[in-house]
C-alpha cells in the first residue's frame, strides 16, 4: 500500500513536465526572420502570448502575420502585461518561422516606435524548452 501511495504522488508530482515542449517541433530555429507592422491584436493569455501583426510585403500588399510568444509569466517576469502592446503600434520583431506556416514566427525580439528595443529572448528563451 505505501509503494502504491508513492507511485502515485511521483506520477501526480509529473504532470506539470508534460506540459513544457520545445519550439523546434514547429518552428525553424536556424533561420530568424525580422517582421515590421501595425498591431492589430495583442492577446495576453495562456498558454503562450500572440500578436497579430498586418505586414506590408515586398509588393506592397498587406499579410497578416501571428506571433507567438512565451507564455504569460516569462513575459510579466520581464516587466510585460496586458497593456504593454496596443492595436496601432507599430512593431518590428525577430523570430523563428513556423515550419509549415509561412506567416507565423515565434518571436525572439521586439522593438517597438519610438522607443526602441523593449524585449530580447534571453538564449534559453530562444533555445530551450518552453512552458
Known amino acids: 500500500m505505501k ?3 508513492i507511485a502515485g504522488l511521483l506520477a501526480v ?5 508534460l506540459g ?3 519550439i523546434a517541433v514547429h518552428y525553424d530555429q536556424s533561420q530568424i526572420v525580422r517582421v515590421e507592422g501595425i498591431v492589430t491584436q495583442y492577446l495576453f493569455t495562456n498558454p503562450h502570448v500572440y500578436i497579430y501583426l ?6 506592397g500588399q498587406v ?4 506571433l507567438q510568444w512565451q507564455n504569460t509569466q516569462v513575459l510579466r517576469n520581464r516587466g510585460f502585461g496586458p497593456e504593454s ?6 512593431l518590428r520583431v525577430s523570430g523563428s518561422p513556423e515550419r509549415h506556416e509561412p506567416q507565423k ?4 525580439d521586439v522593438e517597438r516606435d519610438p522607443d ?3 524585449f530580447e529572448a534571453t538564449d534559453e528563451e530562444r533555445y530551450l524548452l518552453i512552458p
Open 63 to 66: 499579410e497578416n502575420w501571428v
Open 116 to 118: 526602441g528595443v523593449i
Open 3 to 5: 509503494r502504491m501511495l
Open 54 to 59: 498586418e505586414v506590408a510585403n515586398d509588393t
Open 105 to 108: 514566427l515565434w518571436v525572439t
Open 85 to 90: 502592446i496596443k492595436p496601432g503600434d507599430r
Open 20 to 22: 513544457h515542449h520545445s
Open 13 to 17: 508530482a509529473a504532470l506539470p513536465a
